[in-house]
């Protein structure tokens, strides 16, 4: 059997040179010194593989068009079996490789590998670096909601800043006016058709120039043995690259990744915020204020890029000890305390998220629709505990009977009797809100009572205790002699918003709105849940 | 391949795990090499399941379609198969798309209604009823079923499926279509 083997192993080789070629890879001398720190690369190599083939399944359910994309990222997350993981493996390995990249090349700059003969190794190093953030800012945009929308719309506004090319670089990005289907198109080309094939082609170079020179030694290497580069630093690649893996799995199938509403340009209220590691760019920007604006957007990060490329011909002393390598070290400790330090201000300078920016699309989202009399009796069932003796969802069954067909079976009259035998000091507010919950829920929407967060559950109690309803429609339930509140966060910002709770007389003219001064956290509950209302009302 | 055979025993830096000198063995290396390939096993497989089920595993239907109205059906003759057609609203992916759908619609002798799947249960072409022959016939392979659905001739493995059917009102509804089984 194993001479059969063999014999078809060699016949192969004799045909296509694969077996041989592969054994001269793998069999590649390596320097004595050769170690647990040369593992980095290998890393970045098995994680663009996870991203190109986890990139291909995503885009087996996705559509790239703008509309589309966001609908079929939302299939993805919520119906597609493994939809959910597929997508977290692709976004936090995208986060991850950067990490990697970073590793990789402190790794290479503190041995000072870079130095001749291997600067061009260097060289093509730095133009995958790049490339690994042209992949962040394109990808960002594909998602097509509000963080993809603003941030990329920053990102656009950048480039058109660059003397000269500027209008040029927007152009080509299909940005001259506003973001539409022209720049998310080219996005999506550059992410899928550009991109992908430069890196491989650019890996390719990368490794067969680290195999033409060799990996490179120690300065005491010169006198020892060498080692196979197979099994003994494989097997170090190969533990490296299990625990990355592993990491990245983990945040992939516990972590979910956040699809925020639809894109609307309209938005007043959202303020982009970037990836984290473009942070620190975006805090250097604000630093400079006062100085023009290209100094921050291009000249510095220009002049980063090209400190990086020409550090191999800076830097030509003779091969020394890391641990001699002071200078280097205390550049890379530089680098890394100054990037901490603006990411560091960035993640406190920005305000948080608001409740209604953090509600996750990917979810169920069918609360949303609820009147606000509903919302409060979704508020009252949690408080009620109503659960201890009631299912909502097809589970265990308890002593009282499922309630999503409720509808079916009782009337309002009967649900009021049920209550006062059952139910002790229910308010009647309290039973006609839980009666109209009770006659909403179906088969289908009974995750309302999971999902609703209990911003919105706060907020329509507040909106109801005050009689709102009388003069406001919400979701097409209401009075109207003020304006449907539906679509407001498409008109005001949340401090107006605020301000007219307040005082509506100064924000609005001659509106017969009394004032209404919530404290905190009332006041940020009922804005939250205005502001997370659909634009329109269902069935509009 | 047997390097670590012809390669000088030499210290590098002092004794180093196991209390010998570093020297790369068979018993490392077969030790390296399991490690390798069990790792390896470990991250295929937990990329290969997950995508089988991403690819493989259809979704969930979501929102359960109603009843379809189908058009009145006061006028039909036992015997006199009528081709109607309806709108439906189906679910496509993350579409949800209004597509033209059609029924063959007989009445039976006994007043019962049936209604056919428009398409042949061979390989999906589209049939009609051929009066003059009184039969349905298939024009890609020349299946043949007759007035009931059941395979007079041809390729066809099974018999005409069905829509799950009630009346209303004088009016067809049309629920599922159901795979026959075949005869």
Known sequence: ?540 | MSQENNRPTMTTHGATELGTAETYGPTRRAFHLAVIYVLGAIIGLAMAIPTALYLLIPPKPRGRTGWIDAGDISQLTPGQPVEVSFQESRLDGWKLSTEKKTAWVVKEPDNKIVAFGPLCTHLACPYHWEASEDKFLCPCHGSEFSIDGKVVAGPAPRPLDRYVTKIENNRLQLGELKRSIPA
């Open chain 1, 1 to 540: 059997m194993q001479k059969k083997f063999d014999q078809f192993i060699e016949a192969f080789d004799r045909r296509t040179g694969l077996h041989t070629g592969l054994q001269k890879f793998l069999y590649e001398e390596i320097p004595a010194s050769s170690g647990w720190h040369q593992v980095f690369g290998s890393v970045a190599l098995f994680l663009i593989l996870i991203q190109f083939f986890t990139g291909i399944m995503l885009a087996f359910n996705y559509a790239p068009t703008p509309g589309d994309a966001y609908s079929s990222v939302r299939y993805i997350m919520t119906e597609v079996t493994a939809g959910r993981l597929m997508r977290g493996l692709h976004h936090w390995g995208a986060s991850m490789i950067i990490v990697i990249v970073v590793l990789h090349m402190v790794q290479v700059f503190l041995w000072g590998a870079y130095k001749k003969p291997r600067e061009g190794t260097w060289i093509v190093g730095v133009i995958l670096l790049l490339l690994t953030l042209a992949y962040g800012l394109t990808g960002y945009l594909l998602p097509w909601d509000n963080r993809a929308y603003f941030g990329t719309q920053v990102t656009t506004q950048i480039g058109a800043t660059v003397p000269i090319v500027g209008p040029y670089v927007s152009r080509l990005l299909g940005s001259t006016g506003d973001i539409g289907v022209v720049t998310f198109a080219r996005f999506y080309g550059l992410h899928v058709l550009l991109l992908p094939p430069a890196t491989m082609l650019l890996i390719g170079f990368h490794v067969y120039l680290v195999r033409r020179h060799g990996v490179a030694p120690g300065p005491q290497d010169e006198a020892k043995p060498k080692k196979s580069f197979f099994p003994e630093q494989v097997f170090k690649d190969t533990v490296a690259v299990f625990v990355a893996f592993a990491i990245l799995f983990v945040m992939a199938a516990a972590v979910k990744v956040p699809l925020e509403r639809l894109a609307d340009p309209t938005d007043t209220s959202y303020t982009p915020r970037p990836e984290w590691y473009f942070l620190f760019l975006f805090q250097t920007l604000k630093i400079l204020t006062g100085v023009p604006e290209v100094v921050g957007t291009v000249i510095l990060p220009t002049l980063a890029i090209l400190a990086l490329i020409l550090a191999p011909f800076i830097d030509r002393g003779k091969l020394v000890r890391v641990r001699q390598r002071g200078l280097a070290a205390g550049i890379v400790l530089l680098a890394g305390l100054g990037w901490g330090g603006l990411t560091l201000a960035a993640i406190k300078g920005t305000p948080p998220p608001t409740a209604a920016e953090q509600i996750d699309f990917a979810g169920p989202i069918q609360w949303m629709q609820l009147a606000p009399m509903e919302m409060a009796g979704v508020h009252y069932f949690h408080e009620e505990h109503c659960d201890s003796c009631h299912n909502v969802t097809p589970g265990t069954p308890k002593n009282g009977p499922n309630l999503l067909d409720t509808a079916n079976r009782h009337d309002a009259a009967w649900m009021t009797a049920h209550f006062q035998k059952n139910v002790t000091n229910l308010s009647d507010t309290q039973s006609k809100a839980l009666i109209a919950l009770m006659q909403k829920l179906t088969p289908d929407n009974g995750d309302v009572i999971d999902s609703a967060p209990d911003f919105a559950q706060e907020g329509a109690v507040i909106f109801q205790k005050n009689g709102c309803p009388a003069c406001h429609k919400i979701n097409g339930v209401g009075g109207v002699i003020g304006p449907s509140l539906n679509g407001l966060g498409n008109r005001r910002t949340e401090a107006w918003v605020v301000e007219h709770f307040q005082n509506p007389q100064k924000m609005s003219k001659g509106t017969s709105m009394p004032p209404y001064k919530f404290a905190n956290p009332d006041m940020q509950n009922i804005v939250s849940y205005l502001f997370t209302l659909p634009d329109k009302a269902p069935g509009q």
